[in-house]
């Protein structure tokens, strides 16, 4: 765990005074530390049947994929609004600096799919919570929420009631 967050940049100050940015593109960068960060996130989850990853815009595209890869499961992107072809269900959130949407295909997921949904860093749990509704508004099962860095001062687990959370690397 410490090799993988010597691959996390802290960057002050961005995108914003006062948020100190978990830069992860020296992990992406870094082959074998990427692969075994993407088979930690699922590890925990090989034999729960999962069908599909849910991965948010857009880095939890990057880890989301890696671990649909893994499972041996489809991906199923959250995007930010606009940019979905087909009907979508939205949720509005709050981010640690501003807020957005969230949007999933209608028909991306069904009551018989079982979820496992992976964003690189989870914060206040906005984010995640607003996936959480998206998922489960399609009556998908949310096996459990993976994410490779936790900023445990910011509580986001506390916006995950009763969700299974599993995070690689706690600051
Ligand atoms: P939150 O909704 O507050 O849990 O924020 C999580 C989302 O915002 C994730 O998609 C992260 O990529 C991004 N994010 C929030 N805070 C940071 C941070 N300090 N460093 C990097 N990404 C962040």
Redesign the pocket.
């Known amino acids: 765990m410490e090799q993988l967050k010597h691959l996390i940049r802290d960057i002050p100050d961005f995108p914003k005074p006062g948020?100190?940015?978990?830069?992860i593109t020296p992990l992406l960068r870094d082959g074998a530390a990427l692969r075994h960060a993407a088979e930690l996130l699922v590890a925990p989850f090989l034999q729960e049947a999962i069908s599909a990853v849910a991965g948010?815009e857009a880095?939890?595209f990057i880890f989301g994929s890696l671990a649909a890869a893994s499972l041996g499961c489809g991906f199923v992107p959250l995007r930010k609004p606009g940019k979905l072809p087909y009907a979508t269900h939205r949720e509005t959130?709050?981010?640690?600096?501003g807020s957005a949407d969230l949007e999933l295909h209608v028909d991306a997921l069904t009551p018989a799919d079982r979820v496992l949904l992976v964003?690189?860093?989870?914060?206040?749990?906005?984010?995640?919570a607003a996936a959480c509704r998206l998922l489960t508004a399609c009556g998908a099962t949310l096996v459990a929420c993976a994410f490779v860095?936790e900023?445990q001062g910011?509580a986001?687990r506390a916006?995950l009631p009763g969700r299974t959370v599993h995070a690689l690397l706690r600051y």
Not at 19 to 23: A, H, Q, R
Not at 93 to 97: A, Q, R
Not at 119 to 128: H, V
């Open positions: 948020i100190l940015f978990k830069d948010m880095r939890g959130y709050d981010l640690e600096y964003d690189d860093l989870i914060a206040t749990g906005g984010t995640a860095i900023l910011l986001g916006a």
